[in-house]
Structure formats: C-alpha cells, structure tokens
C-alpha cells in the first residue's frame, strides 16, 4: 500500500484546511483503518485522529475533538481529514497511515504504512 497525503499550507489561526490521503487505483483503503498523526519540530508524534476499518467506529485527540473529523471517500480510495478553528499549535507535519486492525486506535506503533507528510502551518 502506497499513501500520498496532499492539502497542506499556510493558514491563519481560526482557518480551515482540508488533508486527503489517497491510495493508487489498484487499492482500497476499505478494510484498513487510517489515522493522522502530526509532528512539530521537537516534539514527539502525536496520534490526531482515526477511522476504523468497514464504517467502525472514530477516535480523535481531546486537543483536536469538535474541531476535525475524519471521513473517507465511501471508504475506498481516499481518507480525509477536515481541519477547522485551526490554532497555532495545529502546526506540524500531518501524515496518514494505515493498519488492517480494528477498531482503530491513536497508537504509531500499530500502523504499518505511512506517506510522507504534508506541511500544516498557523501562523498569522
């Protein structure tokens, strides 16, 4: 499995961004579950958000809940993850990654792929 996460950029504080995390058309991300993670420079990776496998069940970090969701494209070839009220602390790499267990949990050492990350910045 190949991902390739895009959507990233420069926003300012209280903005909105959308990150997709696509697969090639020879996949599906339908029986895997996806999840986003961030890291900012110095800090350690932080698990932001999850959707299980076959329309199980979503986790998200207390710092990101009622601000992002996390949805996929009827579950096949696209996860998503929309960003709102996005504060400075949002800033960071976002990169998506995929497990075949379920339900999903915001633990790096369950995911087995990862893409490459895309930039988020907030700053004004």
């Known amino acids: 499995v190949q991902l390739v996460e895009s959507g990233g950029g420069l926003v300012q504080p209280g903005g909105s961004l959308r990150l997709s995390c696509r697969v090639p058309?020879?996949?599906?991300?339908?029986?895997?579950?996806v999840a986003w993670f961030r890291q900012d420079l110095g800090k350690a990776r932080e698990g932001v958000a999850c959707?299980?496998?076959?329309?199980?069940?979503?986790s998200f970090a207390d710092s990101v809940k009622g601000r992002f969701t996390i949805s996929r494209d009827g579950g096949i070839k696209t996860a998503y993850l929309e960003m709102k009220n996005l504060k400075p602390e949002d800033t960071g790499v976002y990169l998506c990654?995929?497990?075949?267990?379920?339900?999903?949990?915001?633990?790096?050492?369950?995911?087995?792929?990862w893409g490459q990350g895309t930039q988020v910045t907030v700053s004004s």
């Open positions: 990654a995929v497990t075949v267990l379920r339900p999903c949990e915001l633990s790096e050492t369950l995911y087995t792929v």
């Open positions: 959707s299980s496998a076959r329309g199980g069940s979503s």
């Open positions: 058309k020879q996949t599906t991300l339908e029986y895997f579950s």
